[in-house]
Every structure is written in structure tokens, then in C-alpha cells.
């Protein structure tokens, strides 16, 4: 397996293929004139492109990353919108904090920050590494760690879904290429290379969910545990029918299903990528890093505010976690992350 390209018009953490494990890093940088706080971004944005390219090349030059085998090291950098509005940064003008949501019980220290950096790889001995390579070149321009998080995946054959800790497949109905220039990357023009992360650590009653039926179980997603296949159809890639009834009258896909809930039927058509990773924090802090690609973050809203209040899923959910990030187009060979911050 090759190394996935660091360089590009877009940046590669975004859509390389998922890798087995993640790893995000939050900083904030000091509160400063508009003038110092910009001089320190461009320092911290020279500083993580050099560390993320070497790091990811065919020769990292760190001993510890020349094992043999591939790293896999995709990475993204992105922007938080407090960050933006306090430097006045060309980001897209929709880009803003979420709102409250009924049932959020977020940790202040765990969520939110300036920059964010997402690193998947093919094992965590990488990821570790590269963190450390990360956080110390940003340290050095400048930047303050706010917080980490580390997040896995199941061994998966190539081109199959993963599944989350309910033991669901997780992340069947994404958009293809034509309905991701649509909804996923922003609008042609400055931003239509850039994409918004939003990311929620949501904590799961595991044990609470295994105790229910696995009739109950398929009927709180709309679909089939053991093949991720939606009720409605017949093949895992089939798209959830949401206005399927049965004889009865009644729908096939409950009221009350996450898949129907969360429906891009329900917005216009509009979709979001989905590429979630598990977390395990200790014996009952066990759950899914949300981790969603979408060009404006008041898709996210919609669809948290119909799940929150209606989601058979929602009495095993806590919001513990969230943020929300501008992830810049990518680097040029020759140039540096975030180049089109500047007006
Ligand atoms: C679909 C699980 C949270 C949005 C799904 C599916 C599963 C799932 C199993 C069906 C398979 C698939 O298409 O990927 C979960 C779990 C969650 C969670 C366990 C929490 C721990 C969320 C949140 C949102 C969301 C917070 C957004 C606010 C979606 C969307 C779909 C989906 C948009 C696809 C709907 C479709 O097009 O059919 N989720 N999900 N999910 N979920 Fe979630």
C-alpha cells in the first residue's frame, strides 16, 4: 500500500479511505491584537503543513515512523469559528458555534478550540507519534493544547462498513461523489475546496441497547443489525424508503427510527459525510467520536434538533463532546495550509 499524498487541492483526511484508527488534537491560540493573533497563525499553519508532509511521505525522517510498513497518515487541519471571527478570517461566513441541544451534557475542557487537527492511520503507534510531532511544532509557533481524543474502528475488509459499538454498520448511506460537491464541499469558488467537521463525542449505554431485542434494536435504527440492510429494502446500499407502509398502515421504517429521522429526505436532499470512530474511555465511558463533512453546519442542527427530541436511540445517547471546524482546502506542493485565510 502506498502513502496517502499529503499535498493537494483538498486535504486528504477528508475522504482517503478510513483508516483504523483516529486521533484529534484541539489548541487554542492566546487572545492577542487581530495583527499578533494572525502573525501566530501563519507561524502555526507554516509549522503543522511541514510536520504533517514529512510526516506523511514515503521517508518520514522520524526513526520511529520508519518501521517498514505503511503509515496510512491522512490528515486535516481546520479552523474553529471563534478563532475566525476574532481575526477576521476569510472562512465561510455561515461557520459558527452550534447551539444547545435538548439533552447536551458537554464538557467545556473536552470541546470547542481554535484549531483542530484530525489524524487517521493505519495503527495507533502512528498516531502517537504524529501527535506528538504535531503538538510540538504547534507549541513551538505558539499554540496552546486544549484537548485530545483517540477513536478506533474494527478490523473491516476494504470497501465493507464499519460497524459501532450497538454492533450497527455505521456509515452505509454517505453520499456519492456527485452529492458530495453538493452538500459536502463548500460552493465553487474560494470555499469549494474546504469542507465544515462537525464532531460530537457522544457516549453510549451499551449494555442498556444489547439488552433490548434485536427486533427492537433493528426497529430503533430502520435497519437490520446483522447486515446494516434498511427495513424497507433488500440490499445494504439500498436507500431507506421513509414513506414505505405496511399493510396496516403504519411505516415500515418507525417514527421513531434514527434513519428516518435523520433522512435527507427531510432537508431538501441535503447530506452529510459521515466517517464516525469509536472511543473507550474506562469501563462506562464507551461510545462514538461523530465525526460528520458537511458545507454548513446548520445541517447538523436540523437533524440533532429532530433525533434529540424523537430518536429511539436517544435514551442510550449523551452528548458529551463537541466542536466544530473549517477544514481549509489543501496544500499545493510549494504551499502552506491556509492560504486563502488572508483578506
Ligand atoms: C445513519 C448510528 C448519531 C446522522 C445511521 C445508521 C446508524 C447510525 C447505524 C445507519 C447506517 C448508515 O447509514 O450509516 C448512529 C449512532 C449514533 C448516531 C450509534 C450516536 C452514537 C448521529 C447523529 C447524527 C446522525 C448525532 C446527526 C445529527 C445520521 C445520518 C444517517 C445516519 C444523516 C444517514 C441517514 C440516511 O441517509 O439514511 N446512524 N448515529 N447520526 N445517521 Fe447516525
Not at 478510513?18 to 492566546?30: I, N, V
Not at 450497527?168 to 454517505?174: C, H
Request: hydrophobic residues 40%; proline residues 7%.
Amino acid at each position: 500500500e502506498a502513502a496517502v499524498p499529503f499535498h493537494g487541492a483538498r486535504q486528504a483526511g477528508v475522504t482517503a479511505p478510513q483508516q483504523p484508527a483516529t486521533h484529534l488534537l484541539s489548541f487554542d491560540l492566546p487572545q492577542t491584537s487581530t495583527a499578533v493573533g494572525r502573525k501566530a497563525l501563519r507561524n502555526v499553519l507554516g509549522a503543522l503543513t511541514g510536520t504533517l508532509a514529512t510526516a506523511a511521505s514515503d521517508a518520514p525522517r522520524d526513526p520511529r515512523l520508519q518501521g517498514g510498513g505503511t503509515t496510512r497518515l491522512a490528515s486535516l487541519v481546520g479552523i474553529g469559528p471563534a478563532l475566525a471571527a476574532r481575526l477576521d478570517l476569510n472562512v465561510p461566513a455561515s461557520l459558527e458555534e452550534l447551539p444547545r441541544f435538548p439533552g447536551d451534557r458537554l464538557d467545556p475542557r473536552r470541546s470547542n478550540g481554535d484549531l483542530l487537527v484530525q489524524l487517521c492511520a493505519a495503527d495507533r503507534w502512528t498516531l502517537t507519534v504524529v501527535a506528538e510531532l504535531v503538538g510540538g511544532a504547534a507549541q513551538a509557533a505558539g499554540a496552546v493544547p486544549r484537548w485530545t481524543q483517540s477513536g478506533f474502528l474494527p478490523h473491516t475488509a476494504p470497501g465493507t462498513t464499519p460497524r459501532n459499538l450497538f454492533g450497527t454498520k455505521d456509515g452505509t448511506a454517505n453520499p456519492d461523489h456527485a452529492a458530495a460537491e453538493q452538500w459536502v464541499w463548500g460552493p465553487p469558488g474560494a470555499h469549494g475546496n474546504g469542507t465544515v467537521l462537525v464532531y460530537r463525542r457522544i457516549r453510549m449505554d451499551v449494555t442498556g441497547f444489547a439488552a433490548l431485542s434485536e427486533n427492537r434494536r433493528d426497529r430503533a435504527i430502520g435497519r437490520r443489525t446483522v447486515d446494516g440492510v434498511a427495513l424497507s429494502g433488500t440490499a445494504e446500499h439500498d436507500e431507506p424508503d421513509v414513506y414505505a407502509k405496511n399493510p396496516d398502515g403504519s411505516y415500515v421504517i418507525p417514527a421513531t427510527a434514527h434513519v428516518r429521522l435523520a433522512s435527507p429526505r427531510f432537508d431538501g436532499g441535503a447530506r452529510m459525510l459521515r466517517r464516525s470512530y469509536s472511543y473507550d474511555d474506562g469501563p462506562t465511558d464507551r461510545g462514538l467520536l461523530f465525526c460528520a463533512f458537511m458545507r454548513d453546519a446548520a445541517q447538523f442542527t436540523r437533524v440533532q434538533n429532530r433525533l434529540a427530541a424523537r430518536d429511539a436511540l436517544t435514551p442510550f445517547l449523551q452528548h458529551r463532546a463537541s466542536a466544530v471546524a473549517y477544514v481549509l482546502p489543501g496544500a499545493a506542493s510549494t504551499g502552506t495550509l491556509g492560504e486563502q485565510l488572508w483578506r
